[in-house]
């Protein structure tokens, strides 16, 4: 293939054929907040797209790898097999795996660009909110207390983390849903959680 083979279509349809079903219905979300949410931020949209469907490679079956983080395993994988396909500027390759690479919030190194900071805060809010707590019973076990243990943990990693003021809000109107969410979880379960 030459260097400009690959579209963002090819990239949604290897996200589909290497991924699982929720990846690119997550994306898809992703997308979505990042609009909201990068306010006067300017950012690379075709990096963006290419990076919201990709950032999550690293944690698929067919690349994951044992005691490798999912977002540094999903930053080699473009970098080895997809980088020279895509028809982008130099900057832009260095952009986009920037962006793959620090996704994730348990990664605390700062971020360079605005792509990145924007993937990451529309990514710590996919852990909150109502979607958040859909996403961790969805992820498994069959065990209430496991996950619920889980949501409290991922909340409290990710609060206060948030530095786009849009973003900040969001978390905040999703932090108040996650927790009547949780309260009647916890009510409904006669606090045995």
């Keep these: 293939m030459d260097a400009t083979e690959l579209t963002l279509d090819d990239i949604i349809q290897l996200t589909l054929e290497v991924g699982e079903d929720w990846a690119v219905a997550h ?7 990042v609009e909201q949410i990068s306010g ?14 990709m950032h999550d490679w690293g944690a698929f079956p067919a690349y ?4 490798v983080e999912h977002a540094v395993r999903s930053r080699q994988v473009v970098e080895a097999e ?11 390759k260095e952009i986009l795996l920037e962006t793959i ?31 958040g707590i859909a996403r961790e019973f ?3 076990p069959k065990d209430l207390e496991t996950t ?15 530095t786009v ?8 109107l999703r932090l108040e849903r996650m927790e009547t969410g949780l309260q009647w979880l916890n009510e409904e379960s006669f606090g045995i959680l």
């Design 27 to 33: 994306a898809e979300r992703l997308l979505r907040l």
């Design 148 to 162: 619920y243990k889980r949501i409290l943990a991922r909340r409290r990693d990710i609060q206060g983390r948030f």
């Design 101 to 131: 690479e620090l996704h994730d919030y348990r990664d605390m190194r700062p971020t360079a660009s605005n792509e990145a900071l924007l993937l990451r805060e529309a990514d710590m809010l996919e852990f909150l909110g109502m979607i």
């Design 64 to 67: 994951i790898q044992k005691d």
């Design 82 to 92: 997809i980088l020279s396909q895509l028809d982008l500027a130099p900057k832009q």
């Design 40 to 53: 006067d931020l300017p950012y690379d949209v075709e990096i963006m797209e290419l990076a919201a469907y």
């Design 138 to 140: 969805a992820r498994g």
């Design 165 to 172: 003021p849009a973003a900040q809000e969001i978390a905040r």
